[in-house]
């Protein structure tokens, strides 16, 4: 064998060696870590009693970790007066006291799954340890869930405050006695609290201060103070719904004559339809010493805007006019405030010679896959006269049998017309309004055919083949009484919602739903008002009992789910 040859095939050996071993290389930088750290160990040890009072703290970890997100991720209850001292040895984070540790106190260390090593790995599940500087550990605890915009919602501050020393908690001014943070599934537990009355706060808390700022982060209220005493040291499934709330009273912001007989008043925000429509929360007076205001004969909005609130009135003349609003709250039960609830306005002669005409209904004109219990809506620019809407009323289907049904007008500018059965599947309906009048006796005309006085409009049902269903039981096992009302609403689709009301525990079924992924909950109408209030903090107001179902429901074309049960406890 020739050298030329050994060289060759030497040569093509190392050229197959070094392609196989770079076949087994792992990209530069070595392997991806995506192992989520550990707590190896804590000093003091969980449970340890009699702990001395300037022991540090210490919290070792499986690997280096992102210190500043870590040591957000800390909380210690009950919460110090003064801030700890945090540093860093290796992979062990020091927590050291400013001020020497309370005799015979409880103390909480928790670690929320914020805490991550420096490749952004979190913490399965929070972690948390308890020790005393006395001779025992307190032993209340209090555990549930919280949510937000209908989902569980992880990485929320759950906020304890005792009464026994402050019975006017303001989570704005006010830290908490005790913290700890929701883990990933929206679940929280409190452990170690001693014995008194508590009032929860759940906040989201953006900047991690432990004080809530109403117009930046999402609060929720509980539906009472719980007293843990001897006899009840544990609660559980205490649940909260958060929202953004608004602290600052409405004002009226300006007011406006459009003709002789009809006000347009504009406020900073939107209005509560509570109390919105009721005529005496208005009175115009002709001057500063008429005591007898014009009469108020109408209420009404346009569409959704809860911010403008029209007025159809005696009539006036062309002089200054003085009108006072009272009894008017904004989404958030915050009052008009009374020191921007009055305007002077100057009256107008002119006489209101426009058509009527509809902004907006639903359905649409042309719309498919209407629901069969659906509402007819219609939303007009003005009041129309209630007896020529009712009388000029018809809707048939496509075999012109007549649909009968009652008219709603809760807005005297928006008509709903309810079937008094479902519509038909796959069947085509017609909707014709005719000789349609305003106050004025001004007739209805179509935007784009001036001459055209008649409304006409035209929607499909969906096909019942293509719909589900879902039955179940809802049980109050709890001491409140008021009407539960069961809502499922669809994840994809927040405006699809189904609503069920019941008197007392008893079965539902909800028919004819559009298949999808769905949230269900239940609430207790304790005030019998028709929403769900979620409570006040100051002046502290309970939230109305809630309950969410804890799965999301696939509801399937063709298919009942069944036995879906909720319980109030």
Known sequence: MSVKFLIKILTFSLILLSINCAKREFPSGGPVDVTPPQIL?????????????????????????????TVQSIFITPVPESPFKFRWKKNSLILEPSKPLEKDKTYVINIGTNAQDTHNNKLEKSYSFAFSTGQKLDSGSISGKVFFQDKAEKGVSIWTYPLSKNKDTNPEVDKPEYATLSGQNGEYTLSYLAKDVYRLFAVKDLNNDLLWEPDKEPLGVTTKDLNLTLDTL????????????????????????????????????????????????????????????????????????????????????????????????????????????????????????????????????????????????????????????????????????????????????????????????????????????????????????????SFKLGFITVDPDTLSSISGRVENLSQNKGEIVIDLKKIEKPELSYEKKLKESGDFKFENVFPGKYNLKAYLDLNGNGVLDLGKPLPFEPAEPEIFYPDTLNLRPRWETEGVILKFR
């Open 41 to 69: 160990e804590v000093f003091p040890a969980n449970s340890s009693l009699n702990v001395d009072l300037s022991a540090k703290i210490t919290i070792t970890f499986s690997k280096p970790m992102a210190k500043e997100k």
């Open 234 to 453: 544990s609660f559980s499934n205490i649940v909260f719904e958060l929202i953004l709330r608004d602290t600052t009273a409405p004002q009226l912001v300006s007011c406006q004559s459009l003709d002789k007989r009809d006000v347009r008043l504009e406020f900073d925000e939107s209005l509560s339809p509570r109390g919105l429509y009721e005529k005496e929360n208005y009175k115009i007076y002709s001057d500063s010493l008429s005591e007898k205001s014009l009469n108020v004969e109408l209420v009404y909005i346009k569409g959704e805007d809860y911010q403008k609130v029209y007025l159809v009135t005696d009539e006036m003349s062309k002089r200054k006019y003085r009108v006072i609003v009272q009894n008017l709250t904004d989404l958030y039960g915050n009052k008009l405030d009374q020191k921007f609830n009055e305007w002077v306005f100057e009256g107008s002669e002119s006489v209101d010679k426009s058509p009527l005409r509809i902004d907006s209904t639903y359905p649409g004109a042309g719309d498919v896959n209407i629901p069969l219990d659906a509402e007819i809506k219609l939303f007009f620019e003005k009041p129309p006269e209630k007896n020529s809407a009712e009388k000029g009323f018809i809707l048939k289907d496509s075999l012109e049998e007549r649909v009968e049904g009652k008219f709603l007008w809760e807005n005297p500018a928006e008509l709903v017309f309810k079937p008094d059965k479902v519509l038909q599947g796959k069947m085509k309906y017609e909707l014709t309004l005719k000789d349609l009048v305003d106050l004025w006796g001004n007739p209805y005309v179509a935007f784009d055919l001036e001459a055209d006085t």
